[in-house]
């Protein structure tokens, strides 16, 4: 091994791409561990970094070249040791000079002072928060001004950011490019706005509001005003995300969804007051769209859509068929199983998707309308591979049965599934037709009873969910 030239070495363990192989390798002799330890550019850490401080200096002395680094404390108890701190982060950033990708989870002891130290490394290019509760609005600030080509900002259950400077400096800077905002408490729809030029620059965007701090707020006529007159340029965004948002007619949220001229992907979950206007737009701005997911509510009272009740039906699936040819994955969900009718996607809504857009996956979440009829209109879908079932309670036998005959299917998951028997899988015994199938909480199907269904059988059964 020490008559081999450098990069022939360096090529054989750039190809070890397992962490517990490469530090296999590493250990054999003290060539390898040299440069092994100049080619590790990305590191995962936790509960075991104990004593912290020692021994994220000893690791980020000996992988000098370290460009991504994660810490994440998930699980962590205090007879494990201590957290990371504010000195960690300044260890981080004085050892770590190419740093350009950093995550922390769970790093419940960093505050302010610590994401200043960070402020320093001025290659950083993402940065993933997840539950950081001692991080404020002036700490996400510090960091975003001295981190001039961040591009990535996660901030996930951030309990405390509340002062919104560093929302309207990200704004003026027009960097960023994926930004995730999810289940901090303060923040609200509103916001966004703030972001102003910079939705030019924006790829990605995943906003999630906390529905158990959720307080429902009048948009004020200032607000509202702003988001009418500011055009909002996001034609580049790509992949759009909503979680428990409010979407008002001409307002907020809805100004952003009608002008996704590019976008691919979609996901809309417990969006009060999406309208079949909405999604109308969207589909005829959005040609490029390759998946769509929406969880519809089934509270259609709230005060603030008292004049605007939502009305999401066959239409938005229509609009989305006949726009949309390049769409390959469908999600649809609805909260629970009594809905009015005019709010309920029907059988032929559904259908008109899958006869029209080469849908390769399916997913259908309580969707009372799908029934035996609608796998039976299955078995012409040519390119349909993954289809998963949850809550469907009008497929019995006769449907599951047909399963077999959908072409191209290699996936079938079922989830709380009553009208299902054993005998629906009469027909995939011993077949091989598929290569997984997933039952889980269904209880009229036995383990017994699905052996042999597909190359390879999961099930599960948990019926606490029924009582």
Same mark, same amino acid.
């Given at each position: 091994?020490?008559?081999?030239?450098?990069?022939?070495?360096?090529?054989?363990?750039?190809?070890?791409?397992?962490?517990?192989?490469?530090?296999?390798?590493?250990?054999?002799?003290?060539?390898?561990?040299?440069?092994?330890?100049?080619?590790?550019?990305?590191?995962?850490?936790?509960?075991?970094?104990?004593?912290?401080?020692?021994?994220?200096?000893?690791?980020?002395?000996? +992988?000098?070249?370290?460009?991504?680094?994660?810490?994440?404390?998930?699980?962590?108890?205090?007879?494990?040791?201590?957290?990371?701190?504010?000195?960690?982060?300044?260890?981080?950033?004085?050892?770590?000079?190419?740093?350009?990708?950093?995550? @922390?989870?769970?790093?419940? +002891?960093?505050?302010?002072?610590?994401?200043?130290? @960070?402020?320093?490394?001025?290659?950083?290019?993402?940065?993933?928060?997840?539950?950081?509760?001692?991080?404020?609005?002036?700490?996400?600030?510090?960091?975003?001004?001295?981190?001039?080509?961040?591009?990535?900002?996660?901030?996930?259950?951030?309990?405390?950011?509340?002062?919104?400077?560093?929302?309207?400096?990200?704004?003026?800077?027009?960097?960023?490019?994926?930004?995730?905002?999810?289940?901090?408490?303060?923040?609200?729809?509103?916001?966004?706005?703030?972001?102003?030029?910079?939705?030019?620059?924006?790829?990605?965007?995943?906003?999630?509001?906390?529905?158990?701090?959720?307080?429902?707020?009048?948009?004020?006529?200032?607000?509202?005003?702003?988001?009418?007159?500011?055009?909002? *340029?996001?034609?580049?965004?790509?992949?759009?995300?909503?979680?428990?948002?409010?979407?008002?007619?001409?307002?907020?949220?809805?100004?952003?969804?009608?002008?996704?001229?590019?976008?691919?992907?979609?996901?809309?979950?417990?969006?009060?007051?999406?309208?079949?206007?909405?999604?109308?737009?969207?589909?005829?701005?959005?040609?490029?769209?390759?998946?769509?997911?929406?969880?519809?509510?089934?509270?259609?009272?709230?005060?603030?859509?008292?004049?605007?009740?939502?009305?999401?039906?066959?239409?938005?699936?229509?609009?989305?068929?006949?726009?949309?040819?390049?769409?390959?994955?469908?999600?649809?969900?609805?909260?629970?199983?009594?809905? *009015?009718?005019?709010?309920?996607?029907?059988?032929?809504?559904?259908?008109?998707?899958?006869?029209?857009?080469?849908?390769?996956?399916? &997913?259908?979440?309580?969707?009372?309308? +799908?029934?035996? &009829?609608?796998?039976?209109?299955?078995?012409?879908?040519?390119?349909?591979?993954?289809?998963?079932? &949850?809550?469907?309670?009008?497929?019995?036998?006769?449907?599951?049965?047909?399963?077999?005959?959908?072409?191209?299917?290699?996936?079938?998951?079922?989830?709380?599934?009553?009208?299902?028997?054993?005998?629906?899988?009469?027909?995939?015994?011993?077949?091989?037709?598929?290569?997984?199938?997933?039952?889980?909480?269904?209880?009229?199907?036995?383990?017994?009873?699905?052996?042999?269904?597909?190359?390879?059988?999961?099930?599960?059964?948990? @019926?606490?969910?029924?009582?």
């Amino acid at each position: 091994m020490d008559n081999l030239p450098a990069e022939l070495v360096l090529d054989i363990l750039g190809r070890i791409k397992r962490t517990a192989d490469r530090n296999s390798v590493s250990l054999t002799c003290k060539r390898l561990y040299k440069l092994d330890n100049g080619l590790r550019i990305y590191m995962r850490v936790g509960c075991g970094l104990h004593p912290v401080c020692d021994a994220l200096t000893a690791l980020c002395n000996r +992988f000098h070249n370290l460009e991504k680094v994660e810490i994440i404390y998930s699980g962590w108890m205090s007879k494990l040791g201590k957290q990371l701190d504010d000195n960690g982060l300044l260890i981080l950033s004085s050892c770590c000079p190419l740093l350009k990708d950093l995550t @922390l989870s769970y790093c419940t +002891f960093i505050t302010d002072a610590g994401l200043s130290y @960070l402020a320093s490394c001025s290659g950083l290019t993402s940065l993933k928060l997840k539950f950081a509760p001692r991080i404020t609005g002036c700490g996400i600030y510090s960091l975003v001004v001295g981190c001039k080509a961040l591009s990535v900002l996660h901030l996930i259950r951030c309990l405390s950011v509340s002062s919104m400077e560093w929302l309207e400096y990200l704004g003026k800077h027009e960097m960023l490019e994926d930004l995730c905002i999810k289940n901090c408490r303060v923040i609200g729809e509103g916001d966004l706005i703030k972001l102003g030029p910079t939705w030019r620059k924006l790829k990605r965007l995943q906003f999630e509001v906390d529905a158990n701090y959720r307080y429902m707020k009048l948009y004020d006529r200032l607000a509202v005003d702003r988001w009418q007159k500011q055009s909002i *340029p996001c034609e580049d965004m790509l992949e759009l995300s909503l979680v428990n948002c409010v979407i008002s007619p001409g307002r907020g949220l809805a100004c952003v969804i009608g002008k996704c001229k590019n976008l691919e992907k979609i996901h809309l979950d417990m969006c009060v007051g999406v309208r079949d206007s909405d999604i109308v737009c969207l589909a005829q701005k959005s040609s490029s769209l390759r998946s769509i997911s929406l969880r519809v509510p089934s509270d259609f009272s709230l005060p603030l859509l008292q004049n605007n009740p939502l009305r999401l039906t066959d239409e938005s699936l229509k609009a989305v068929a006949q726009n949309c040819s390049l769409l390959d994955t469908v999600r649809l969900s609805f909260s629970d199983g009594e809905f *009015p009718s005019f709010s309920s996607f029907t059988l032929n809504g559904i259908l008109m998707l899958i006869q029209m857009c080469p849908i390769r996956e399916l &997913v259908l979440d309580h969707v009372c309308s +799908f029934n035996d &009829v609608g796998m039976q209109a299955l078995c012409s879908a040519q390119y349909l591979q993954i289809l998963e079932l &949850v809550r469907c309670q009008e497929i019995t036998d006769d449907g599951m049965q047909l399963a077999g005959q959908i072409p191209q299917l290699c996936t079938l998951r079922l989830n709380k599934c009553l009208g299902v028997t054993d005998d629906g899988f009469k027909p995939l015994i011993e077949s091989y037709k598929l290569d997984l199938l997933v039952v889980e909480d269904c209880p009229q199907i036995s383990e017994r009873g699905v052996q042999g269904a597909a190359k390879s059988v999961t099930f599960k059964q948990d @019926l606490s969910w029924m009582y």
